[in-house]
């Protein structure tokens, strides 16, 4: 079998479904990173996938994936009691209601101070400036101090926090640049750990005073009773932070859903009956963002009679189960009232992952994007603004992706 790496890489998004079209229903088998490879998709293939006894991460991930977005060393690599154990850092870090509420009230804050100075300018892209308020959130909320210059700052932040997660899965200079970003916070985040454990801040958080997750990260103590590494230790706040800031490619999708369905403003304006939380399910639903994961058998297993061997890459196609017709009616008609009055079912919307959180690899920032993305939509509906003349077009061969303008907003007030 041909492997499929290229192709993966220039179609992006559309190269999945495609091939799963070609080859009609049931698992796709096909060749990726030179290894033998099934893309399964599905309530019950979720369950399974994220079962440890049929898919494993250490070793799963290539260099240039860890190199850019996740971080070598980091909690999406490992498996069994050592992933449980630091995994609980994170869950209780951002599954944590009160601290959601706090992070989401300081997006809030940072949304009217920014929108205030949109109203003096000609053109604001959308992309650039969420991105620097929810960093600025996320560095206050997590304990990164933003130096002398704040603005600065975060602005320089926000800027390596997206191109790492921009250039994983492209071999082009926007690969090349999220290794130097990555690099860069890598080396400013280890030197504050050092900073925190050296002034005593590594010790256990009194109980009135929660630790900051810099300070619970620099205090964390893995499986085997060890700190982190200070190397280690960056890649895990940047794993805290990181993904906070990608929230920003689904709130310009949310700019882009109420451009293309204006009689939807209304609604989320006003947010009543839970409309902004079941607007942002179906944001997640819609647009790509994910395209699938990915993981290891560890020996000879069965997933409904098909054999997979030892070491074929088993993937999960989220994009691919987000717009499944057996599971979703109309699945590219963009419809909120889908998830009005209703939660989806733990393995049925997937945009982040399936299973459990604190057990297995389920993103456990879940909560928090449905919580910033709650704040801001109906922030965005009530603000009043222009859409000039521009190309909004979202490539489904670029991953990510997104409005390739990053949505312009003009004539705002
Ligand atoms: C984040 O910053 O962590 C949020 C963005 C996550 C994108 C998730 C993409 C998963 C890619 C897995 C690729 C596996 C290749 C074999």
């Not at 604001?124 to 101090?145: H, K, M, Q």
């Not at 280690?232 to 859903?257: D, S």
Request: glycine fraction near 8%; charged fraction near 25%; include cysteine.
């Amino acid at each position: 079998m041909v492997d499929n790496t290229l192709p993966f890489l220039t179609q992006g998004y559309a190269w999945l479904p495609d091939l799963s079209r070609r080859k009609g229903p049931g698992p796709v088998r096909t060749r990726l990173l030179g290894k033998p490879a099934i893309a399964l998709r599905g309530p019950a293939a979720v369950a399974f996938f994220y079962d440890e006894n049929h898919v494993r991460r250490r070793t799963a991930l290539p260099e240039p994936v860890l190199s850019t977005l996740f971080g070598k060393g980091a909690v999406h690599t490992l498996d069994g009691p050592e992933h449980r154990r630091r995994k609980a850092l994170f869950v209780s870090l951002l599954k944590d209601a009160s601290g959601v509420a706090m992070l989401a009230r300081l997006v809030a804050e940072e949304w009217e101070r920014s929108s205030k100075e949109w109203t003096g300018r000609p053109q604001v892209t959308l992309f650039d400036e969420v991105s620097v308020l929810i960093t600025r959130a996320v560095c206050a909320w997590a304990g990164v101090p933003l130096g002398d210059r704040p603005d600065d700052e975060a602005r320089r932040t926000a800027r390596d926090l997206v191109a790492m997660v921009d250039g994983f899965a492209t071999a082009g200079p926007r690969h090349w640049q999220a290794r130097r970003a990555r690099r860069r916070q890598e080396k400013r985040l280890a030197r504050l750990v050092e900073e925190i454990r050296s002034a005593g801040g590594d010790a256990p958080a009194d109980s009135d005073r929660p630790a900051s997750a810099v300070q619970a990260v620099a205090a964390h103590r893995d499986a085997d009773g060890e700190l982190l590494d200070p190397h280690t230790a960056a890649v895990e706040i940047l794993n805290v932070i990181r993904p906070t800031a990608a929230i920003t490619w689904y709130a310009v999708f949310g700019a882009h859903a109420l451009h293309r369905n204006p009689g939807l403003r209304e609604r989320l304006a006003t947010d009543s009956e839970g409309y902004a939380r079941a607007f942002a399910h179906e944001l997640r639903r819609f647009y790509p963002f994910a395209p699938f994961v990915a993981g290891l058998a560890p020996d000879d297993v069965q997933w409904r009679g098909e054999a997979i061997p030892e070491g074929t890459l088993v993937l999960l196609d989220l994009y691919g189960q987000n717009h499944d017709p057996e599971l979703w009616h109309d699945p590219y008609m963009f419809d909120p009232d889908r998830f009005l009055g209703r939660e989806p079912g733990r393995d049925e919307l997937v945009p982040q992952g399936g299973g459990e959180a604190a057990e297995g690899h389920r993103c456990p920032g879940e909560d928090i994007t449905l919580a910033v993305l709650s704040t801001l939509l109906p922030r965005l509906a009530r603000l009043q603004y222009q859409v000039p003349e521009q190309d909004l077009r979202i490539p489904l061969s670029r991953m990510p992706t997104g409005p390739r303008s990053g949505f312009v907003i003009s004539e705002v007030h």
